[in-house]
């Protein structure tokens, strides 16, 4: 009903903080976006100016140094970094991923400890969750924790890492009991300065090339016991409530790839001209960006209602409908970039095609939108085992 949408419509700050992303993801991160796909380097320059203006990790709550923004305002940073480059827009959401199992389980120590480097920009956070042989069944996870003493040793692999090797700080599930499955799961953070962590090569992936993906290795690494995240045996239940959240998050990352997408292609047909004149004045292509539009306004409200459950449930409301709301905005969003950025590539024709223009590399970054943080199919097991 319209109470509902008026817990999620954009107030005149939400407003505000847009512009002044946008002004800054224009100004900063945009003119390195096509060089950091081409060399598949690290956005620096992205995290500097994300850093220097105090957006690489908004959802930090003030109590530990943050900005203390809500579910959609870091919604809408990242959809706006997204808008110009998909790479860069991995280092708020990332942030947000990485940490929110310290946020939503920790201890106060853990949250004083690695909150506040985290809100100040000395530090990013990973989340590690998958390994080589556990991908969409998580819970099939190999990496062990094994008590000793004040300790834990941690031993495993874990794959698919973003911001591998650039973080700091990383939230490790692992294995504490092997005859439990998904309740002898415990989440641990990891430094990446303790003895035995290392990196693994950087994937060569189709998109997304400005974000580095690694595996994380484990190799005795012995941390303090209360580097664990909650209880022992509640790393797996933290790990999918995290998602919860932060599958709003790559929705927001998707919108945000679309739109700079449709911003592309509708300059372009403007002054695009064929059979002597501009091809937007032609109803095919006009029918296209039309569809184009409503599908991202589509996304963009289920991505934005999500945000608002997420404050909600965030703040202490019910849980259930967050499980249904963020895999929905995450599957829909997704599939709404890959089809939008197909179509800018259409719009462009064989311009589209190359590397001087930018669609083709928003196509590319959009296609990760489907995969990570659980592939649509798995949203999809998601969603109906929570339907509303
Ligand atoms: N909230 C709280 N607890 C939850 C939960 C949720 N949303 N979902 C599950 N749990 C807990 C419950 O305690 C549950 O036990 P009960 O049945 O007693 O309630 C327990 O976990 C086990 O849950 P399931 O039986 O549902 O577990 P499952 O093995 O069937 O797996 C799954 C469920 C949804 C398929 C899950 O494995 C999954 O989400 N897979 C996809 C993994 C994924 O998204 N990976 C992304 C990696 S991160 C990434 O991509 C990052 C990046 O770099 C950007």
């Given amino acids: 009903g319209s109470a509902e949408f008026d817990l999620y419509r954009p107030s005149e700050e939400h407003d505000m903080l847009r512009d002044t992303i946008r002004a800054l993801a224009e100004a900063k991160i945009a003119p390195y976006a096509a060089a950091v796909d081409e060399e598949s380097r690290f956005p620096q320059e992205a995290l500097d100016a994300l850093v220097a203006s105090d957006l690489h990790a908004v959802h930090v709550p003030e109590s530990y140094g943050g900005a203390g923004a809500d579910a959609l305002a870091t919604v809408i940073v990242i959809e706006e970094v997204a808008r110009v480059c998909a790479s860069s827009s991995l280092i708020p959401a990332v942030n947000k991923l990485g940490s929110l199992p310290v946020i939503l389980s920790g201890s106060e120590d853990l949250k004083k400890k690695y909150l506040g ?33 004040d300790s834990y040793v941690l031993n495993g692999v874990k ?111 403007q002054e695009r001209k064929q059979f002597g004149k501009a091809i937007a004045d032609f109803q095919g292509i006009q029918f296209m960006l039309a569809d184009m539009a409503m599908k991202i306004e589509a996304a963009r409200q289920l991505t934005y209602a999500a945000a608002a459950k997420s404050e909600r449930v965030a703040a202490g409301g019910g849980e259930g409908d967050l499980t249904f709301q963020g895999a929905a905005a995450k599957c829909f969003a997704s599939d709404v970039a890959m089809e939008v950025t197909v179509d800018a590539v259409q719009l462009l024709g064989g311009y589209g095609y190359t590397r001087d223009y930018p669609v083709e590399r928003m196509m590319r970054d959009a296609k990760i939108t489907q995969v990570y943080e659980g592939t649509n199919q798995i949203q999809r097991i998601v969603m109906a085992r929570n339907l509303p």
């Fill in 117 to 149: 480097p985290l809100a100040a920009g000395d530090a990013m956070f990973s989340y590690c969750l998958s390994e080589p042989d556990a991908g969409s069944d998580a819970a099939g996870m190999k990496t062990k924790a094994v008590r000793d003493g």
């Fill in 159 to 269: 794959r698919w890492i973003t911001n591998a090797g650039e973080s700091e700080y990383y939230t490790v599930m692992a294995v504490t009991d092997p005859t439990k499955r998904s309740k002898g799961i415990s989440a641990f953070v990891v430094e990446k300065s303790d003895e035995g962590v290392s990196f693994g090569a950087p994937e060569k992936k189709l998109g997304i090339k400005g974000s580095p993906t690694r595996e994380v290795y484990l190799d005795n690494v012995r941390i303090p016991a209360d580097r664990m995240i909650g209880e022992e045996g509640t790393g797996f239940a933290t790990a999918m409530k995290t998602l919860d959240h932060t599958r709003i998050t790559i929705a927001a990352q998707a919108l945000g790839i679309a739109q700079g997408a449709l911003d592309y292609a509708k300059g372009y047909v």
